[in-house]
């Protein structure tokens, strides 16, 4: 047992992917058989994620979740940001061109509509909560728009660490939501063709869940809501702590 663990620390990456590998065909297994499809897969992961991640953290008292664990640092490696944005970026090359002339002005203006209407409701919801500081109601505004904007502007913007983890649990909850609600709002929106994929990601904005939400639709339209979210959560880490701080401080004054 011990030369085992030993090779399976030295090579950690590789045991990632092996445990991730487990984790999406046990998640894939349980949407399938208990929710009949319902619930997609990769919110069933994403779920499945989290627990392990508290447990984790639960047993050693760290802050990475089970990276902790010297048997599982690999997922560290795996779920760092270098492989998260290299997923983003791969996954837009699988888009049409010519639907994307197609989408004209509607897939500008759903994103700017999107960045926008997402820091409002979440600036506004920030208040209700006592966060009156223009920092603050930028920061959860951000993690409204999505779970990484919302790090990346309390940061600039030198946030408290408690708003900050806030903005990240905003964005997560927004991102499982998306995930899960997809497949029964489609129908009723039209949500059929690679036009209403680039608007639905331009609006929404979380990468996650509209990718794992248009799985559960149509495979095929998962590309170009994926590309629109990724530039979504580019526009709002510009806009976020530049022109929507200044905004939100001029209108609440500091």
């Known amino acids: 047992m011990e030369l085992i663990s030993e090779v399976l620390i030295k090579n950690g990456l590789l045991f990632a992917f092996v445990i991730i590998g487990a984790v999406m065909w046990g998640s894939y297994y349980l949407s399938h ?3 009949g499809g319902r619930l997609h897969g990769s919110a069933v ?7 392990l991640a508290y447990v984790g953290g639960a047993f050693t008292g760290g802050t990475k979740g089970l990276a902790d664990v010297p048997l599982f640092a690999g997922l560290g490696i795996m779920g760092g940001a270098m492989l998260r944005d290299f997923a983003i970026v791969s ?3 699988g888009v049409d061109l010519a639907e994307i002339r197609r989408s004209g002005v509607v897939g500008v203006v759903s994103l700017f509509l999107g960045i926008f209407l997402s820091f409002i409701i979440g600036a506004l919801i920030a208040v209700m909560f006592g966060y009156t500081d223009a920092v ?3 920061t959860l505004g951000a993690g409204a728009a999505t779970y990484i904007v919302g790090p990346v502007t309390g940061s600039a913007l030198g946030a408290s660490s408690e708003v900050v983890a806030l903005s990240v649990a905003a964005g997560l909850v927004k991102s499982v939501m998306v995930m899960i609600g997809t497949p029964f709002i489609a129908p009723l929106i039209g949500l059929n063709n690679p036009k209403a994929a680039m608007a639905y990601g331009g609006l929404m904005g979380t990468t996650s869940g509209v990718a794992g939400g248009l799985a559960a639709t149509d495979k095929r339209l998962v590309p170009y809501g994926a590309m629109t979210a990724t530039f979504y959560t580019g526009l709002g880490c510009l806009f976020g702590p530049s022109v929507i701080y200044f905004l939100i401080r001029a209108a609440v004054g500091g």
Request: cysteine-free.
């Open 136 to 138: 603050s109601m930028t």
């Open 45 to 51: 992961a994403i779920i499945v994620g989290l627990v």
């Open 91 to 93: 996954t837009a090359y």
């Open 33 to 35: 058989h208990l929710t």
